[in-house]
C-alpha cells in the first residue's frame, strides 16, 4: 500500500469559518463547555469537524512531549467486552506496563469498524502516539491503516502483516504463519489426512494467517492431506459447540481439529466428550495462543504459545523510542512462537 498525498491539516479557524462561527465556540465544543452554546451550533461544529477531519493535535514539533504523556489504544472488534479476550488484554497489559514504567498514560477505546472515524480518540483526543488492533476484512482494515496514519502521528499496529514505506509506521506481530506451519507439521507426523479448523466468523489478521501456514504446511507435504475450513457465528462457547455439530452432522469425523485459539479448540473438545468421542484416538485437537486457561483442560490441550504480553511490551519500546528518536527504529518487529505438545495430539 502507498502512502496517501500529504493533506493540510485542517486548523479550528477552518472549522470556525465552514460552521460560521469563532474559534471560541470551536473550543467550547471541543472542551465539551456547553453552558455557551447551543444544541444546534453544537451539531453544525461537530458536522464541520468530521468533514473537515480536524483533530486537535500533540506532536514533537509543538512539543508537549514533556506535557503529553500518553498514548492511544485503538482496538477495532465488534465483541463490547474486547478486553475480556486473553490475547487483547495480554497485549494491552505489556503495552501500559512499559508505559506506565515511563510515566506515560494508555487511553484504550474500543469500537465497531464503522465508528472509528467519529470516535473522540480519532477526532479530538490529544496523544503522543497510536497504537491499533484492527479486526475485519482486509479492504476494511487497511481503510482503518489509513486513517490512522493519515493522522500524522507515530503509529503502532498489532498482528497486520502489512508494509508503509514513508510512513511514520511500525506493525508488531507474532510468526502466526509459522505456528500454522507447526501444528501442520505435528499433525502430517502422526498420519493425519482430513483436517477441520475452526475460525470465527470476525476476521482477525492472525487467525487468517494461522491458517495460511496451515495451507502451506499441508501444501509442502504433497497436498494429499485435505483441510476444511468451517465458520464458527463467534468465539463463544455455544456458537463453536453449534459449528461443530453442524459440520459432524453431514461429514465423517475428521483426523484433526485445528481452533483457530484455544478456546474454540477448547469448545470442540468437550463436544467430542460429552458425544463419547475419544481424545485423541479417535480425534487429535490441537488449539492457538497458549494462554493460562488451556492447561485446565484434561486432557492438557496441545497449542502454540503466543508471546502476546510480549508483543505488547515490544510496542511500548518501540513508542518511546520512536517519540525520543523521531523515528521507529525498524518497520516492522516479528516475535516467535512456540509449539507446545500436549495429550490431545
Request: proline residues 5%; hydrophobic residues 45%; contains cysteine.
Amino acid at each position: 500500500m502507498s502512502k496517501e498525498p500529504t493533506r493540510r491539516r485542517a486548523t479550528i479557524k477552518d472549522v470556525a469559518k465552514a460552521a460560521d462561527v469563532s474559534a471560541m465556540t470551536v473550543s467550547n465544543v471541543l472542551n465539551e463547555r456547553l453552558q455557551f452554546v447551543s444544541p444546534a451550533t453544537k451539531k453544525r461544529v461537530e458536522r464541520e469537524i468530521e468533514r473537515l477531519g480536524y483533530r486537535r493535535q500533540a506532536n514533537a514539533r509543538n512539543l508537549r512531549v514533556a506535557e503529553q504523556r500518553s498514548i492511544g489504544m485503538v482496538i477495532v472488534d465488534e465483541s463490547p467486552a474486547f478486553l475480556a479476550d486473553f490475547f487483547t488484554c495480554q497485549v494491552v497489559a505489556g503495552l501500559a506496563n512499559v508505559l506506565n514504567g515511563a510515566d506515560f498514560t494508555l487511553t484504550v477505546q474500543g469500537m465497531h469498524g464503522d465508528q472509528l472515524s467519529s470516535s473522540m480518540i480519532m477526532r479530538n483526543f490529544e496523544v503522543a502516539g497510536f497504537c491499533a488492533m484492527i479486526s475485519g476484512h482486509d479492504a476494511d482494515r487497511h481503510a482503518a491503516i489509513r486513517q490512522l496514519v493519515n493522522l500524522d502521528q507515530p503509529l503502532i499496529v498489532f498482528q497486520e502483516p502489512i508494509a508503509l514505506p514513508g510512513a511514520d509506521f511500525c506493525t508488531i506481530r507474532q510468526d502466526d504463519c509459522g505456528g500454522g506451519r507447526l501444528i501442520g507439521d505435528h499433525l502430517l507426523a502422526r498420519r493425519v489426512e482430513d483436517f477441520l479448523a475452526i475460525v470465527p466468523s470476525q476476521d482477525w489478521p492472525a487467525i487468517e494467517m494461522r491458517v495460511k501456514g496451515l495451507r502451506e504446511s499441508l501444501a509442502a507435504n504433497g497436498g494429499a492431506a485435505r483441510l476444511t475450513v468451517i465458520t464458527a457465528a463467534s468465539e463463544s462457547f455455544a456458537d463453536v459447540q453449534e459449528a461443530v455439530a453442524r459440520y459432524l452432522a453431514a461429514n465423517p469425523l475428521p483426523g484433526a481439529i485445528v481452533g483457530a485459539n484455544d478456546p474454540i479448540a477448547t469448545a470442540a473438545m468437550l463436544y467430542l466428550f460429552d458425544h463419547g468421542i475419544r481424545v485423541p484416538d479417535e480425534v487429535r485437537i490441537v488449539g492457538f495462543n497458549g494462554f493460562e486457561a488451556h492447561r485446565y483442560a484434561r486432557p492438557r490441550l496441545t497449542t502454540v504459545d503466543s508471546p502476546a504480553y510480549a508483543l505488547g511490551e515490544q510496542a511500548g519500546k518501540a513508542m518511546l523510542s520512536r517519540l525520543e528518536s523521531g523515528r521507529f527504529e525498524r518497520p516492522e518487529f516479528v516475535l516467535p512462537v512456540h509449539f507446545d505438545p500436549g495429550a490431545t495430539t
